[in-house]
């Protein structure tokens, strides 16, 4: 059965830092590039940050360029690979649910229909 499953979402202050987590199970997710997308009330889900399976090469979106940061690691005793984002400085327009997603291939693609796979969303709201 495969999960993607989130975490780490919650409330935050501007200029405040918040990290995500996702957990992808019941598959070769190591062989997976892996992505976060947001989707922000009244708008499309958008493409944040990428990673690939073999060099941990990334990719950002402008908006959250120097100051989101993905990474990656993986247990393969629990066959379970685990993807994080570090979110600093985070400003009123970072208020999204966020989604991790997991596509077949090496390549970090920014479009949502490129991704086989996605989690439930985590909720991130950045107020004073």
């Known amino acids: 059965q495969v999960q993607l499953v989130e975490s780490g979402g919650g409330l935050v202050q501007p200029g405040g830092s918040l990290r995500l987590s996702c957990a992808a199970s019941?598959?070769?997710?190591?062989?997976?590039?892996m992505a976060w997308f947001r989707q922000a009330p009244g708008k499309e889900r958008e493409f944040v940050a990428g990673?690939?399976?073999?060099?941990?090469?990334?990719?950002?979106?402008?908006p959250v360029k120097g100051r989101f940061t993905i990474t990656i690691s993986r247990d393969n005793a629990e066959n379970t690979v685990y993807l994080y984002l570090q979110m600093n400085s985070l400003k009123p327009e970072d208020t999204a649910v966020y989604y991790c997603?997991?596509?077949?291939?090496?390549?970090?693609?920014?479009?949502?229909?490129?991704?086989?796979?996605w989690g439930q969303g985590t909720q991130v709201t950045v107020s004073s």
């Open positions: 990673i690939r399976p073999i060099g941990g090469s990334t990719a950002y979106a402008d």
């Open positions: 019941g598959r070769a997710f190591s062989n997976y590039a």
């Open positions: 997603a997991a596509r077949s291939g090496p390549l970090i693609k920014t479009g949502e229909y490129e991704y086989d796979y």
